[in-house]
């Protein structure tokens, strides 16, 4: 059975947190790495990250897609506008904009993060969520969709992985316009 993929509403929260677990995913992180400015997320405890990304999901819209197979939550995506990830744009990272995509375009989407169950990896659950997530960036007015993925890891529960694998996102039909970081390519797919 294929999983079924949605948009994280505020009443998903509960399937969401469960999925993060106590450690709130990514050693605490609750998706805050791009949303947060490095400083903050030191200072702030795991619980106040979650209160953050709470609180984001309230206010929406949606800041990314859950993968439920049946009634639990087994992946995570981070997908929005450019703008709504402000750490995603800084001019330092090897995710920074390009001219003709401008962090402040609405039109200009980017997948900057994703969690999956450890139970449930190697399933080719990042793969359907980059596909579900190419159809709701578009549907949504997106004209560009964007990635910064690793290009290689030499183990696939590697924590850095949480951007992706250039793999996923090649077999999607992106391809890279830059890179500024041996092995973090810029990767691109026009809608």
């Known amino acids: 059975m294929a999983p079924v993929i949605v948009p994280l509403r505020p009443d998903l929260w509960p399937a969401f947190e469960d999925l993060f677990g106590k450690q709130g995913a990514c050693y605490g992180c609750w998706c805050t790495h791009f949303r947060l400015p490095p400083a903050v997320r030191r200072e702030n405890s795991g619980e106040r990250k979650k209160d953050h990304m709470r609180a984001r999901v309230e206010a929406g819209p949606p800041p990314g897609l859950l993968l439920f197979d049946g009634e639990r939550a087994d992946g995570w995506m981070q997908i929005g506008p450019r703008l709504d990830v402000p750490e995603w744009n800084n001019r330092g990272r090897a995710s920074a904009p390009l001219e003709d995509g401008p962090a402040d375009d609405p039109a200009v989407w980017a997948i900057s993060c994703f969690f999956i ?7 080719g659950n990042t793969h359907a969520l980059v596909r579900a997530g190419i159809d709701y960036a578009r549907e949504r007015g997106a ?3 964007e990635a910064c993925p690793m290009l ?3 183990d696939s529960r590697s924590i850095g992985l949480f951007v992706g694998s250039q793999r996923v996102f090649e077999k999607a039909g992106f391809s890279i316009v830059a890179e500024r970081k041996a092995g973090r390519p810029l990767m691109r797919l026009a809608l």
């Open 117 to 123: 169950r450890t139970s449930a990896r190697g399933r």
């Open 143 to 145: 004209r560009v969709l």
């Open 152 to 154: 290689h890891s030499k």
